[in-house]
């Protein structure tokens, strides 16, 4: 069971590049979500997407795009890589279930892509 | 608008004493209370949630609307139990998650 898959696990960038961070799950998950993680700020959610071909903004989506390309994947871009886009990246997914009368939302992180821009 | 705070950023306790880890959060309606865990350099892991009213790994919380609280508490802390704690919210109807800014708990030997 792969369950959330993130790729690179590493990345060095020099400002002004670009990349995509490469997210997948294996769960057949409709909601997915990229987070990002900084010391003392905690997580703060970029972007989601509830279902296949929907995209929403987070707390913090300034200076990255994404892509729902199919229900199991979902990118992050960041087009012109700045310094303060150094963290840690979180790719999760989330699904809809009924637990008790009470609907559950059991998240899955990915093993996070520790991005440096200098 | 929801948020949720951790005043502790660091918190250290000896192998054996009580731990608890604060969390409280602001939301105007029901909301869903999680505490998930990061192990050194891991991805993060569901802890706990509210509404299971379980004890994983010795650890428990209760959720007090009245006080907007829900520490996470354990009798006897472990070496083991060296982690980055995060508390969370959703609410009612919706799949968004909300950090704190999390809690590391050192365990002295």
């Known amino acids: 069971n792969a369950g959330v898959t993130q790729t690179p696990k590493f990345q060095v960038l020099k400002t002004g590049q670009s990349m995509t961070l490469q997210c997948a799950q294996d769960?057949?998950?409709?909601?997915m979500y990229w987070y990002r993680q900084d010391p003392g700020m905690g997580l703060r959610l970029i972007y989601y997407?509830?279902?296949?071909?929907?995209?929403d903004k987070g707390e913090v989506p300034n200076g990255y795009n994404v892509s729902r390309l199919n229900k199991r994947e979902f990118s992050l871009r960041l087009e012109s890589a700045a310094p303060s886009q150094t963290s840690v990246y979180f790719c999760?997914?989330?699904?809809?279930?009924?637990?008790?009368?009470?609907?559950?939302?059991?998240?899955?992180f990915g093993s996070g892509t520790r991005l440096t821009v200098v | 608008a929801q948020r949720v705070t951790q005043p502790e950023k660091l918190l250290s306790v000896f192998k054996g004493a009580p731990v608890e880890l604060k969390c409280n959060y602001s939301?105007?309606?029901?909301?869903?209370l999680f505490w998930y865990v990061q192990y050194s350099r891991q991805r993060l892991q569901l802890l706990l949630r509210h509404i299971s009213r379980e004890s994983i790994k010795g650890f428990t919380a209760d959720l007090n609307k009245g006080e907007t609280s829900f520490h996470l508490k354990k009798p006897f802390a472990q070496e083991e139990d060296s982690a980055m704690y995060y508390c969370?919210?959703?609410?009612?109807?919706?799949?968004?998650?909300?950090f704190g800014t999390g809690t590391r708990l050192t365990i002295i030997p």
């Open positions: 939301y105007s309606g029901s909301p869903e």
């Open positions: 969370a919210l959703r609410g009612f109807g919706n799949e968004k998650l909300t």
């Open positions: 997407s509830a279902s296949e071909g929907t995209t």
């Open positions: 999760a997914s989330s699904e809809r279930r009924r637990l008790r009368a009470v609907f559950n939302y059991g998240y899955t």
């Open positions: 769960m057949n998950h409709n909601s």
